[in-house]
């Protein structure tokens, strides 16, 4: 969901419940002008002051910022068939998707020694997963189910090393291979209700 229509929901609910500019604000720590600006969506919101708004609105954050989308109407059959075998899978804008998931998760679990290729490709299967069902597509953009999507990963893991976006750690054991990040993730290439579902899929992924 863009900022404009997240201000929008804001301003919506704000007058839906009778609260003012100015009570709103106090709730939530900021000045007036802030929420004015949050409001028409000319100012950028962070997740922290988003679960501030939420609370201060007595709301869910997924009330607010999530945007349903309606799923696809096919078979199932039809809907998850793929050609795998296609170099043009998915494009550019969802490579980089993928490239900003694994760099959150691996900014989240940097400290983790058991973070493999295999863990990193279960966490991202998930949270695919969860937005798929919800959304009707993946956030990574790749075709969910996928026989290749480890594959895939290591691949974008191979290329983000060559860009000096993450650092390879070698140990005897091939399957341990670990990356540290040394690029941050481009956050503007998600959107709200998908951050929350890659932060869920870590979370269960390291209960």
Same mark, same amino acid.
């Given at each position: ?29 900021? @000045? ?12 950028? *919101? ?28 096919? @078979? ?5 068939? *793929? ?40 966490? *991202? ?8 069902? @919800? ?41 341990? *291979? ?30």
């Amino acid at each position: 969901m863009t900022q404009e229509k997240i201000g929008h929901r804001i301003k919506q609910i704000r007058c839906a419940k009778g609260l003012s500019q100015e009570e709103l604000a106090r709730r939530v720590d900021l @000045s007036r002008t802030a929420i004015t600006k949050i409001e028409s969506g000319s100012q950028d *919101v962070r997740f922290a002051e988003l679960k501030k708004l939420a609370d201060a609105l007595n709301i869910s954050l997924g009330y607010l910022v999530e945007e349903k989308r309606p799923i696809r109407e096919s @078979s199932d059959e039809e809907f998850f068939r *793929v050609n795998e075998s296609d170099s043009s899978l998915y494009h550019a804008s969802a490579e980089n998707k993928l490239r900003t998931m694994l760099l959150i998760i691996l900014e989240r679990c940097a400290g983790d020694p058991g973070m493999n290729e295999h863990r990193l490709a279960s966490i *991202v299967r998930q949270a695919d997963q969860t937005c798929l069902q @919800s959304y009707g597509e993946t956030i990574s953009g790749i075709p969910y189910p996928s026989t290749t999507l480890q594959q895939t990963i290591h691949e974008a893991l191979e290329l983000m090393t060559s860009t000096k976006e993450l650092m390879r750690i070698d140990n005897k054991d091939k399957e341990a *291979v670990r990356h540290l990040p040394l690029a941050k993730a481009e956050l503007l290439l998600l959107n709200a209700a998908e951050y929350i579902i890659i932060e869920k899929a870590i979370c269960l992924a390291s209960s």
